[in-house]
């Protein structure tokens, strides 16, 4: 999905959630586009920060607006540590996480067995499955080498 879409999108939220659109609400997705990986509310404000010194943006709108893209199906979270939540866009092809204990590393793979496996478990328990996450935690191969 190209941003221009994907800010079509946005805006129409917004329009229907009756809230308003604003240059920082617009930065805010920008950032997350930009940047493919997982942010935090506090490296996407200093990223917009960094880059439109003259806006005037607050943390409290970051985190008002990453729910409500989040709320919208936008972007997912992911929960690291002691770090809180990870935001990134949902517009790339779905995947799983690996999550270093050491250095909050998160690293992103894909595999059609587990997939699958996910299928057929929520078959045996006659389970709808509509989405599903996977982290698995655990020490990285940098860390593992300190």
Known sequence: M???????????????SGLKQTKQREYILEALYEN??????????????????????GI????????????ANLVSSLSVADQGKRYELLSH???DHLVCTQC?????????????QQEIIAKQFNFKMTNHTMQIIGV??????K
Do not use: G, W
């Open 60 to 71: 409290a709108t970051v985190y008002r607006t990453l729910s409500l893209l989040e709320d």
């Open 104 to 116: 909050d590393k998160i690293m992103e793979f894909h595999d059609e067995l587990i997939e699958r």
């Open 36 to 57: 493919h990986h997982h942010l935090t509310p506090e490296e996407i404000y200093r990223l917009i920060q960094d880059r439109y010194p003259k806006i005037k943006i």
């Open 93 to 95: 092809e779905h995947h």
């Open 2 to 16: 190209s941003y221009d879409e994907l800010l079509d999108n946005f805006k129409d939220i917004l329009k229907n």
């Open 140 to 145: 990285c191969q940098e860390c593992q080498k």
